[in-house]
């Protein structure tokens, strides 16, 4: 215990030193994160509650925190919020068939000896369940990249207001271009750091490499990965054009006005 407060403590020193106020709220939205996600899956033990709707409903405040309490509200983050719901739901849609189609959802062969003692029959549905943690592991990068190309984007504008909204939309994509490279190789790498045990699980097992790559439990995980790459992929033209859209809209409605004055 005394351990994850001195951790803890040095983590808050250090984003506040460097990050002042919003290191600070970053810092607080840690834990506002958590309690969204514990509550989530709390209420999705509740036989009758839709996991998809709760996924819906916590990636939004989950966005919110993210976005909102440590930006603050402004024209990048409002925009970079309406690029992230619209993925999310986008790329949800999308997993439930990859789920359903893989037949990911439940436990793996390997799990049956830890689960003997327990029921099964406890009333959700697993497509969806499966469907929700790939979502939930995703928001966090999701809302990452969006606010990283909806920032630059208002700058560019902001020094080049005469700026098309193709050369903007462009200017969009190529920051997310050195985005994406980035952000996919640290999923990957954070899903297999946390599940390296995973692999030597498989090893004591003597699985071969066809055992692996089939097995639920590795598949579940590979596909995990790819569907966040995805939806980091997805979020970037999303963003870019949204942004492009909203400021040279904003430029024309000023120009408007200041005729009619």
Same mark, same amino acid.
């Given at each position: ?19 002042? $106020? @919003?290191?600070?709220?970053? =810092? *607080? ?9 514990? +509550?989530? %899956?709390? !209420? ?30 402004? $024209? @990048?983050?409002?925009?970079? =919020? *309406? ?9 949800? +849609?999308? %997993?439930? !068939? ?50 990283? %190309? ?112």
């Amino acid at each position: 215990m005394n351990v994850l407060l001195w951790l803890a403590a040095i983590l808050l020193i250090l984003m506040i030193l460097i990050g002042g $106020n @919003k290191g600070k709220r970053s =810092f *607080i939205a840690i834990f506002l994160n958590f309690g969204v996600i514990f +509550f989530t %899956i709390f !209420i999705m033990t509740i036989p009758k509650a839709d996991p998809i709707i709760l996924t819906l409903i916590a990636s939004t405040v989950i966005s919110c925190i993210n976005l909102f309490y440590i930006n603050e509200v402004n $024209n @990048k983050t409002i925009t970079a =919020f *309406i690029s992230t719901i619209i993925t999310v739901v986008i790329l949800l +849609f999308f %997993i439930l !068939i990859v789920t359903e189609s893989a037949m990911i959802q439940g436990f793996g062969a390997e799990e049956i000896e830890e689960l003997s003692f327990f029921s099964l029959y406890i009333g959700v549905d697993f497509v969806k369940i499966a469907a929700s943690v790939i979502i939930m592991s995703t928001i966090g990068a999701i809302t990452d990249t969006a606010i990283a %190309i909806s920032s630059p984007m208002r700058e560019m504008f902001h020094h080049h207001p005469s700026i098309s909204r193709k050369e903007l939309f462009a200017f969009g994509i190529s920051i997310g271009k050195d985005i994406l490279g980035t952000s996919t190789n640290t999923l990957f790498f954070a899903f297999f750091g946390g599940y390296l045990a995973l692999l030597i699980w498989f090893k004591d097992l003597s699985y071969t490499l066809e055992e692996i790559v089939n097995s639920k439990i590795f598949s579940a995980e590979l596909i995990t990965i790819f569907c966040a790459g995805i939806g980091v992929a997805l979020i970037i033209p999303i963003t870019a054009w949204i942004n492009a859209y909203f400021l040279i809209k904003a430029r024309v409605k000023n120009k408007i006005i200041n005729k009619d004055t």
